[in-house]
């Protein structure tokens, strides 16, 4: 099974495909089922801005669609000051099908930070609440 680091490199990749014409900032994001595959998401922006969206989310529904429904590991990579953290939303998307995952997350100039979803996410509403 492919590592963190592999992760890390396919979501650099993915990041290359990014819609981002608006903001400019490009991110990727690859995520590991446990059977193994990978798949992969960029940010896609929209001139209705509001539209637009995250790697992280695009990642997961893509592999949902695709019938994996769990995972174990997720990279992200954007290039900023500071390593790029998946906002609150993907936060919530994140944890309904991935629960407390490691998060990886790169820039292009080899920095690079994990983070388990729960440090990110903590308390976090799911079916438990329903
Ligand atoms: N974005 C992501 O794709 N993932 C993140 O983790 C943070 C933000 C995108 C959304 C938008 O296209 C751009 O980055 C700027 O917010």
């Known amino acids: 099974m492919r590592g963190l680091a592999e992760l890390a ?3 650099r990749e993915a990041r290359e495909r990014a819609h981002a ?3 400019g900032f490009k991110v990727g994001a690859a995520l590991r089922a446990k059977t ?3 798949v992969l998401g960029c940010n896609i922006e929209n001139a209705s801005y509001g539209l637009t969206l ?3 989310r695009v990642a997961v529904f893509k592999a949902v669609s695709e ?8 990279a992200v ?4 000051p500071h390593l790029t953290p998946p906002c609150g939303p993907c936060r919530q998307i ?6 407390d995952i490691p998060v990886r997350m790169v820039d292009l100039k080899g920095h690079a930070r994990t983070m388990r979803l729960s440090k990110l996410l903590p308390f976090p509403f799911d079916d438990r609440h329903l």
């Open 94 to 99: 994140l944890w309904e099908f991935c629960g």
């Open 67 to 74: 019938g994996f429904r769990e995972f174990d590991a997720i």
């Open 9 to 11: 490199r396919l979501a």
């Open 54 to 56: 995250c790697a992280e």
């Open 21 to 23: 014409p608006y903001s």
């Open 36 to 38: 193994g595959e990978i």
């Open 77 to 80: 990579c954007a290039d900023a």
